[in-house]
């Protein structure tokens, strides 16, 4: 479905759902993804809402065993991905054990022997949803490290302004005194005191309007950079 039809459809998952969501007694819906780069999302949010469809139907005696064998596995899951995911889950109140369920099915290649016997009721190739989820991953990831990359340099160019600031505060401060010095040594006819002492300020001046330029030039890759 189109975005708009889609979260229409899935309100009662409104919290948690991006992509899909099962509806107990109605069905599943998807999201229409258009975007070439994400080829395999909607494979593997069909796999994912199928599962839960799935666990909805398991008795009370087979889901506690599938519980435990799911919770086993999500032990030694190292995928922050997954992690981060599943405490989306927690904080919007949902199932964990359901969640779990879809997304350990769909998104992790090796599991023990006894949950992916389990995960063949479901899937002749489990191997190949899993292949799509993580393609399509990779181009959230990329643009993540991206976004990592760009504040970082976002910050080191804050600091890098707010102490040139701070630098030519100080210099400004330096150079009005300095002047007023030179003014009033030319105001006393100390001509070669005062002849003596311009050139040292000159190069100070231009010293400073260098900073300037370099500082200027900073604030705009700053805001180049936070335009990307």
Do not use: W
Not at 33 to 43: A, I, K, P, Y
Not at 126 to 148: C, G, H, M, P, W
Not at 198 to 204: A, F
């Amino acid at each position: 479905q189109d975005k708009a039809t889609f979260y229409g459809s899935c309100t009662e998952n409104e919290k948690t759902s991006v992509l899909g969501c099962y509806v107990a007694n109605k069905g599943i819906y998807i999201l229409d993804v258009t975007d070439d780069r994400l080829n395999g999302v909607e494979q593997v949010t069909a796999a994912h809402e199928m599962l839960h469809a799935a666990y909805d139907r398991l008795d009370k005696e087979e889901k506690t065993r599938v519980n435990g064998l799911l919770k086993s596995a999500y032990a030694a899951v190292q995928d922050e991905d997954i992690k981060e995911k599943i405490g989306l889950y927690q904080a919007a109140n949902a199932d964990i054990n359901d969640e779990l369920h879809s997304i350990m099915g769909t998104e992790v290649g090796n599991l023990p022997p006894e949950l992916e016997s389990y995960y063949r009721l479901y899937f002749n190739d489990r191997s190949k949803i899993v292949n799509y989820a993580n393609a399509y991953k990779s181009e959230f990831t990329s643009r993540r490290q991206r976004l990592d990359a760009l504040n970082k340099q976002l910050t080191d160019l804050e600091k890098q302004i707010t102490s040139n600031n701070a630098t030519l505060d100080d210099q400004q401060v330096a150079l009005k005194e300095e002047e007023n010095q030179l003014n009033q040594l030319k105001a006393e006819n100390n001509i070669d005191e005062y002849n003596a002492g311009v050139p040292g300020y000159n190069s100070r001046i231009r010293s400073y309007n260098a900073l300037v330029n370099a500082t200027r030039g900073l604030v705009s890759q700053y805001k180049s950079t936070l335009d990307q």
